[in-house]
């Protein structure tokens, strides 16, 4: 963020696979500049006072690793369960209430740091759809 105020910057994935040359996953720079980095997930530092910049930082994940995503190197950034260090482990934003996919955010519960939500549905109870099959038979 350069030259900007007010801003927040949340829940957002960055992975650089090949980071040469690249210090910093996000950055805030120049006195003028003041705003919130939270709940981001990066493999990167987050420079929040670059140049005299006020960014606050909160939340934010900046040790991910490839193989906490679904397929890192297709670009498939949804988490996988080996992303323990960042399924459940920032506090629910108002702000952001829903994923990149649109899958509501925790509520009250730990949110996952990021732009994906993790949750995995519960097994099927094939006991339930039985009667009605066999109603049909």
């Not at 190197?73 to 209430?97: F, G, M, N, R, W």
């Not at 949750?119 to 109870?125: C, G, I, K, R, V």
């Amino acid at each position: 963020m350069v030259h900007a105020t007010g801003w927040l910057v949340a829940h957002n994935t960055a992975l650089l696979l090949d980071p040469d040359g690249v210090t910093w996953g996000m950055e805030a720079r120049f006195a003028d500049t003041q705003g919130t980095f939270a709940n981001n997930l990066t493999n990167m530092p987050i420079w929040a006072d670059r140049d005299g910049a006020r960014g606050a930082s909160q939340g934010n994940v900046t040790t991910a690793q490839a193989g906490w995503f679904v397929d890192a190197v297709e670009a498939d950034l949804h988490l996988a369960a080996t992303a323990t260090q960042a399924i459940d482990q920032v506090a629910p934003l108002t702000e952001v209430s829903a994923d990149i996919d649109g899958d509501p955010r925790a509520g009250d519960a730990a949110a996952d740091a990021g732009a994906d939500e993790r949750f995995e549905l519960p097994p099927l109870d094939y006991s339930l759809f039985l009667p009605a099959i066999v109603d049909r038979l």
